[in-house]
């Protein structure tokens, strides 16, 4: 597509990280035969029959969200979520879908156990459509020299000289089982290996792409012959839709040159659902790409399960395993469980390069940060416990950054109300602050009201395990007896409206990792309470 700069008054819609995937994509022509985002009829046909309206293949939609719906012919400006402009679009139409019906039409289930499910519950129901005219190349820093279009990858899988192409698709490190499966696919089929793996948005609690790619490089660098393989990266947000994703990710190779392409067991599977079953059986998705393996024009090599002969000292495929054989195998639960206790993954499991850059990118659990986030009515004893928190881990020689309710209230959140939004509001700025500082492996305590149990699960959403909530239960009447600012007295007097407690409601929390009774104990009392828990969860040594 050529570019353009015409973007002077035009209204902004900033693309989230999904649909900022999904514009690389389609620019780049990877989503090919879709090169915009769809329209009401491709979208409706490729829920129902798994191609586009015209009848081409195209399993899963690409959808625009918006907000509301524009009127035909508006143009609006796609913006980067740091503000640039990217593209102009022509409105063409915007449609109402149903969540429900797209989460049965991918997934069979509603279940919203499935991440993809959850986020389309939780999203804008509308959709845009219409020309997308690009105003400047989308800006990537990472890994530029890995940055490859399809254009660019079927070049240089040519230029290596072998007839055939073998991609392999991943989202996770690959271990000393995977680089044995994909040798072997090579060999097999005499063909250069195209080392594929997902660096958009993946599956909540996958291994970040910066501490993946790193692996590969080094895996590709110094295990394959030169001239064997080749690395790209690919900017595609999984829906982690099983079958009909693994279909599109046939395609997606297709496009970039691939003639044969390894399915997994489970591909593109998100693990199990709410009742503790997975959502697809293990070779749905090897059995769909192979039904329409020929209208691709793609090979599907079945990726089979690769267990290790201890007295062999090598890989075989399990089904292939002699009698009587012992055999080793770790599964992805066993190595998060290692790095979250610090012990070395085996070297017959993983390369020493892999198992070093995982080791250095997750440090024990005991290494990392966490969130303590106090919720309760105003006077609880939140701000009290926190600093007792604070000092005692300031002790263990921890750094601490104390986010309080109402210090943040004085800055971060000044000019917001009281109003259900800007509390909800209030609440996310401290839960986005939280996770930074977590994400940096620094602790964050954090002291406000959070009366909302929907605000609070959402701050929960962006740290995960790091997140202990800790329920401050100390009875209203024991607060309005403390009442050291009058502000109970003056919401009684009517003087102050919209009060927790009094004349607006609080949530308590369903599950809180911590209740505390700070009427029944003394501050510090429950601090230690506090710290023994985190020993217990690993985040702090004994």
Same mark, same amino acid.
């Given at each position: 597509m050529p570019f353009r700069n015409d973007t002077a008054g035009l209204p902004r819609l900033g693309l989230g990280p999904r649909a900022l995937d999904d514009y690389e994509m389609l620019l780049n022509g990877a989503f090919a035969p879709l090169s915009s985002f769809m329209g009401r009829a491709d979208y409706e046909s490729c829920l129902r029959t798994m191609r586009l309206a015209d009848g081409r293949l195209f399993p899963l939609p690409i959808t625009l969200p918006v907000d509301e719906a524009l009127p035909a012919g508006t143009r609006v400006m796609l913006t980067h979520p740091g503000g640039e402009a990217l593209a102009s679009l022509d409105v063409s139409e915007t449609f109402e879908i149903d969540p429900e019906v797209e989460a049965r039409a991918l997934i069979s289930s509603a279940d919203t156990a499935h991440p993809y499910t959850r986020e389309l519950m939780a999203g804008p129901r509308w959709r845009a459509a219409g020309r997308l005219t690009p105003l400047r190349p989308l800006p990537r820093a990472? %890994?530029?020299?890995?940055? #490859?279009? =399809?254009?660019?990858?079927?070049? $240089?899988?040519?230029? #290596? &000289?072998?007839?055939?192409?073998?991609? %392999?698709?991943t989202r996770n490190p690959l271990h000393r089982s995977h680089e044995e499966l994909i040798k072997r696919a090579a060999r097999s089929l005499e063909a250069t290996v195209l080392l594929h793996p997902v660096v958009g948005l993946t599956k909540p609690g996958d291994i970040d792409h910066f501490t993946r790619v790193r692996t590969y490089r080094a895996l590709v660098e110094r295990h394959f012959e030169p001239g064997s393989i080749l690395l790209a990266l690919l900017p595609l947000a999984m829906r982690m839709a099983g079958p009909r994703e693994a279909l599109l990710h046939a395609i997606i190779r297709k496009n970039h040159g691939a003639t044969h392409f390894i399915v997994g067991r489970d591909h593109a599977g998100p693990g199990l659902d709410s009742a503790g079953r997975p959502f697809f059986? =293990?070779?749905e998705a090897q059995e769909l790409v192979g039904k329409h393996a020929d209208e691709i024009g793609i090979g599907m090599v079945p990726f089979r399960e690769m267990v290790y002969l201890e007295d062999e000292d090598r890989f075989e495929e399990e089904h292939k395993t002699p009698p009587g054989a012992r055999v080793r195998s770790i599964s992805g639960s066993e190595v998060r469980q290692h790095l979250l206790d610090g012990r070395p993954l085996p070297d017959w499991f993983t390369r020493k390069e892999t198992a070093l850059i995982l080791q250095e990118a997750h440090p024990p659990r005991a290494m990392q940060? %966490?969130?303590?986030?106090?919720?309760? +009515?105003?006077?609880? *004893?939140? !701000?009290?416990?926190?600093?007792?928190?604070?000092?005692?881990?300031?002790?263990r020689g921890r750094t601490v950054t104390l986010l309080d309710g109402d210090e @943040? $209230?004085?800055?971060? !959140?000044?000019?917001?109300?009281? !109003?259900?939004?800007? $509390?909800?509001?209030?609440? #996310?700025?401290? &839960?986005?602050?939280?996770?930074? @500082?977590?994400?940096?492996? &620094?602790?964050?305590?954090?002291?406000?009201? !959070? =009366?909302?149990?929907?605000? $609070?699960?959402?701050?929960?959403?962006?740290? *995960?395990?790091? %997140?202990?909530e800790v329920f401050m239960d100390t009875p209203l009447a024991v607060c309005e007896s403390r009442d050291v600012k009058g502000l109970y007295a003056r919401a009684r007097a009517g003087e102050l409206r919209g009060f927790t407690g009094i004349d607006d409601p609080y949530e308590t929390p369903a599950s809180p990792e911590v209740r505390l009774f700070?009427?029944?104990?003394?501050?510090?009392?429950?601090?230690?309470?506090? +710290?023994?828990i985190l020993e217990e969860k690993g985040f702090l040594r004994h």
């Open positions: 990472d %890994f530029a020299d890995l940055r #490859l279009s =399809p254009a660019q990858v079927r070049e $240089r899988v040519a230029a #290596l &000289g072998r007839k055939n192409v073998v991609a %392999f698709q059986g =293990p070779y940060g %966490f969130c303590v986030w106090f919720t309760g +009515l105003s006077g609880a *004893g939140k !701000s009290t416990t926190a600093n007792a928190l604070r000092a005692l881990l300031m002790e @943040v $209230r004085a800055h971060l !959140s000044k000019g917001l109300g009281f !109003s259900r939004a800007d $509390r909800d509001e209030n609440i #996310l700025r401290i &839960g986005y602050v939280a996770s930074e @500082v977590v994400r940096h492996r &620094g602790i964050a305590i954090c002291a406000a009201i !959070s =009366p909302f149990r929907e605000a $609070r699960e959402r701050c929960r959403a962006l740290m *995960g395990e790091a %997140f202990i700070e009427s029944k104990a003394t501050a510090l009392d429950n601090a230690r309470t506090i +710290l023994g």
